[in-house]
């Protein structure tokens, strides 16, 4: 069965060195990497055991010329991209990267939101569902988290956009309010306001893994940098945020 709309069905990195962050997340987050074999471009696919988690591709200098940075970019699944496009311009969104459809994958296309924070959307080419968002997965992402410029903004754009709720929140003082982003009353998400304290404004994903532990000792001994944690988290898991080699920042959860 497909993926529904506004499911986060697949994760992109956009770096300046596909082959030294092959070799970093490899090592810290345990995913296999190989090339796509995609024609004309070096894009990698990476692995949590069988299931394909995400992407890593060089970033277009076209994008670093208007003022792109390297990123992770989560897709959110739509029911027609065209339309999805149409409706989210119409709401303020921005359109960085026009509908493109990809021989046995799909069509996508890129945008921003009202704060200018890019988000890929996604029809895929088949009904075989996306388990790249599984909260409790080992090397799958656990958690897909907004720091946003205009939080009420953010919350009412997405909503009407994905058909996303806004559901339990958190007051955690200094950082302000954290609501958790809901579809049919199960979390997958939070969104909190962007801040000195928070992180500036964007999307970031929280990757599993084993031991946060091990993964912090991995992070540094590559060449990364934490910045935030370990910090444990309603549940009982650990999360840090951390910068890799090629300056992007990342996120990992586990025990």
């Known amino acids: 069965m497909r993926n529904r709309h506004g499911d986060f069905i697949w994760y992109e990195l956009l770096t300046t060195d596909v082959d030294k962050a092959q070799a970093f997340y490899s090592a810290v987050v345990g995913w296999e990497i190989v090339n796509s074999e995609m024609p004309g471009m070096d894009y990698r696919l990476a692995f949590a055991g069988e299931s394909p988690i995400g992407g890593l591709m060089r970033i277009p200098q076209e994008a670093i010329d208007a003022?792109?940075?390297?990123?992770?970019?989560?897709?959110?699944?739509v029911d027609d991209v065209d339309a999805s496009i149409e409706k989210i311009v119409a709401s303020g969104g921005q359109l960085l990267m026009p509908a493109t459809q990809i021989p046995e994958v799909g069509r996508i296309a890129m945008l921003?939101?009202?704060?200018?924070?890019?988000f890929y959307i996604m029809r895929g080419a088949t009904d075989e569902p996306s388990d790249a968002y599984?909260?409790?997965?080992?090397?799958?992402?656990?958690?897909?988290e907004l720091a946003a410029k205009d939080m009420s903004g953010a919350m009412k754009f997405y909503s009407e956009q994905?058909?996303?709720?806004?559901?339990?929140?958190m007051d955690m003082g200094p950082?302000?309010?954290?609501?958790?982003?809901?579809?049919?009353?199960?979390?997958?998400?939070?969104?909190m306001q962007a801040s000195d304290e928070s992180g500036p404004p964007l999307w970031s994903f929280y990757?599993?893994?084993?031991?946060?532990?091990?993964?912090?000792e991995k992070v540094?001994?590559?060449?990364?940098?934490?910045?935030?944690?370990?910090?444990?988290?309603?549940?009982?898991?650990?999360?840090?945020?951390?910068?890799?080699?090629?300056g992007v920042l990342f996120s990992l959860v586990g025990k």
């Open 67 to 77: 003022g792109g940075k390297p990123i992770w970019a989560g897709y959110i699944a």
């Open 112 to 118: 921003t939101d009202l704060d200018g924070i890019p």
């Open 134 to 144: 599984a909260a409790n997965k080992v090397g799958h992402c656990g958690w897909n």
């Open 162 to 169: 994905f058909d996303w709720t806004m559901g339990f929140e």
């Open 175 to 191: 950082m302000g309010i954290y609501k958790f982003i809901e579809r049919d009353e199960q979390g997958f998400g939070g969104i």
């Open 207 to 216: 990757f599993r893994v084993p031991s946060i532990e091990d993964a912090v």
């Open 220 to 246: 540094q001994a590559l060449g990364g940098k934490v910045v935030h944690g370990p910090a444990e988290v309603p549940g009982g898991d650990l999360i840090i945020n951390a910068i890799d080699p090629q």
